[in-house]
């Protein structure tokens, strides 16, 4: 079958459309004809050799797909690795039936995005699932501030944010970018170029905060998304786009009783119950239509390249889906 294989830490310059063998599922594993794959930065990391114990190469990437079963089940799914491919075996809780209506791209677009968003507002404790509830849960409209949020989880975090009734502010590098987010529920657009986001979050919220900083920055960034929050407020940190440590305001942490969270969809995706909870709390959004994946672009797979390009310069919006 054809496959993209990563055959070196070179990026985009490192991936080969190769033949390699089918896999053969296991006892616990369904072969799926994948028709589609979601990129993440995740890809990116990994094809550069900065994904933290990400596989060496060569290695098939793709860690999302949507497709068909032998049983002729439409599926989507969560590999975490292999799903550039035309077959993938996926194990048990790994895959769920997709959505009626949905097309296999948009299937594609959902799992990382989506279970991650919805992770990320359980984390800040804003969720009656949540186990750990905020002091925030209370308010009539906790305010959450999502960074990259033209970005595939941001996208998603605005959508899921604004459905369950958060007040969202959001930063992004680009007028264009902020734009677009406003139909998705966007209240508070902030081009970080041109504006200070923790000046700008705190004239907007008269001084008070936000409840909550999704944070996949890292570096300054950590210490800055702290000064957004207000009393009580969590910071989660789930990603180092910037390539660096994350820094922390003490200070601040101190003076408004802060915490800071973390959040690995790699990690907390083998816990079925959880991902199952998310699934379940999601499912009347995506039968009534509300939450639906927002596909920037679509590629073959033959030009998987040019997708984590697109990544790499930070030209999307939204999902980029491989197609097959
Ligand atoms: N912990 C988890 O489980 C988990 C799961 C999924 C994703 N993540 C993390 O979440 C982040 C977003 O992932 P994604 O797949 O949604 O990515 P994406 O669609 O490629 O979005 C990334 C966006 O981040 C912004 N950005 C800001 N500073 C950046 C920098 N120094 N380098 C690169 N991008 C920068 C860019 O938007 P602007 O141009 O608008 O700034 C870029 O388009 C990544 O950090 C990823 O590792 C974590």
Request: aromatic share 8%; hydrophobic share 45%.
């Given at each position: 079958m054809k496959a993209i294989v990563v055959t070196s830490h070179e990026g985009p310059a490192g991936l080969e459309l190769r033949d390699v063998p089918v896999p053969t599922p296991t006892a616990h594993?369904?072969?799926v004809q994948v028709e589609a794959v979601g990129v993440n930065f995740a890809d990116v990391l990994g094809a550069l050799g900065r994904y933290p114990a990400g596989p060496?190469?060569?290695?098939?990437?793709g860690r999302e797909f949507a497709g068909i079963t032998e049983e002729g089940q439409r599926v989507m799914g969560y590999a975490q690795q292999a799903a550039c491919a035309e077959y993938v075996a996926v194990a048990e809780g790994y895959y769920w039936p997709q959505p009626e209506g949905w097309s296999s791209s948009q299937c594609a677009a959902?799992?990382?995005?989506?279970?991650?968003?919805?992770?990320?507002?359980?984390?800040?404790?804003?969720?009656?699932e949540s186990i750990e509830p905020a002091a925030a849960r209370q308010k009539t409209r906790p305010r959450v501030l999502i960074h990259a949020a033209a970005g595939g989880v941001g996208t998603a975090a605005v959508q899921l944010g604004h459905i369950l009734g958060f007040e969202i502010f959001g930063t992004a590098s680009s007028p264009e970018k902020l734009d677009k987010l406003?139909?998705?529920g966007l209240?508070?657009?902030?081009?970080?170029?041109?504006?200070?986001y923790e000046e700008r979050i705190a004239k907007l919220?008269?001084?008070?905060g936000v409840d909550a900083a999704f944070d996949c920055l890292a570096g300054e960034?950590?210490?800055k998304s702290i000064g957004c929050l207000a009393e009580f407020g969590r910071v989660i940190l789930f990603g180092n786009a910037t390539g660096e440590r994350p820094r922390f305001n003490t200070s601040a942490m101190y003076a408004r009783s802060l915490s800071a969270h973390g959040l690995w969809l790699t990690k907390l995706s083998a816990n079925h119950a959880l991902i199952r909870q998310a699934l379940d709390s999601m499912s009347p959004?995506?039968?009534g239509g509300q939450l639906h994946p927002v596909i920037g672009a679509k590629f073959p797979i033959s030009a998987t390249a040019d997708a984590l390009r697109l990544l790499l310069e930070r030209k999307n919006f939204g999902k980029v889906v491989l197609t097959l």
């Amino acid at each position: 079958m054809k496959a993209i294989v990563v055959t070196s830490h070179e990026g985009p310059a490192g991936l080969e459309l190769r033949d390699v063998p089918v896999p053969t599922p296991t006892a616990h594993e369904v072969l799926v004809q994948v028709e589609a794959v979601g990129v993440n930065f995740a890809d990116v990391l990994g094809a550069l050799g900065r994904y933290p114990a990400g596989p060496n190469p060569p290695y098939v990437m793709g860690r999302e797909f949507a497709g068909i079963t032998e049983e002729g089940q439409r599926v989507m799914g969560y590999a975490q690795q292999a799903a550039c491919a035309e077959y993938v075996a996926v194990a048990e809780g790994y895959y769920w039936p997709q959505p009626e209506g949905w097309s296999s791209s948009q299937c594609a677009a959902f799992p990382v995005n989506y279970l991650t968003a919805w992770l990320l507002y359980w984390k800040a404790g804003l969720l009656a699932e949540s186990i750990e509830p905020a002091a925030a849960r209370q308010k009539t409209r906790p305010r959450v501030l999502i960074h990259a949020a033209a970005g595939g989880v941001g996208t998603a975090a605005v959508q899921l944010g604004h459905i369950l009734g958060f007040e969202i502010f959001g930063t992004a590098s680009s007028p264009e970018k902020l734009d677009k987010l406003t139909p998705l529920g966007l209240d508070h657009g902030i081009d970080y170029k041109l504006d200070d986001y923790e000046e700008r979050i705190a004239k907007l919220t008269d001084g008070e905060g936000v409840d909550a900083a999704f944070d996949c920055l890292a570096g300054e960034h950590t210490a800055k998304s702290i000064g957004c929050l207000a009393e009580f407020g969590r910071v989660i940190l789930f990603g180092n786009a910037t390539g660096e440590r994350p820094r922390f305001n003490t200070s601040a942490m101190y003076a408004r009783s802060l915490s800071a969270h973390g959040l690995w969809l790699t990690k907390l995706s083998a816990n079925h119950a959880l991902i199952r909870q998310a699934l379940d709390s999601m499912s009347p959004y995506i039968r009534g239509g509300q939450l639906h994946p927002v596909i920037g672009a679509k590629f073959p797979i033959s030009a998987t390249a040019d997708a984590l390009r697109l990544l790499l310069e930070r030209k999307n919006f939204g999902k980029v889906v491989l197609t097959l």
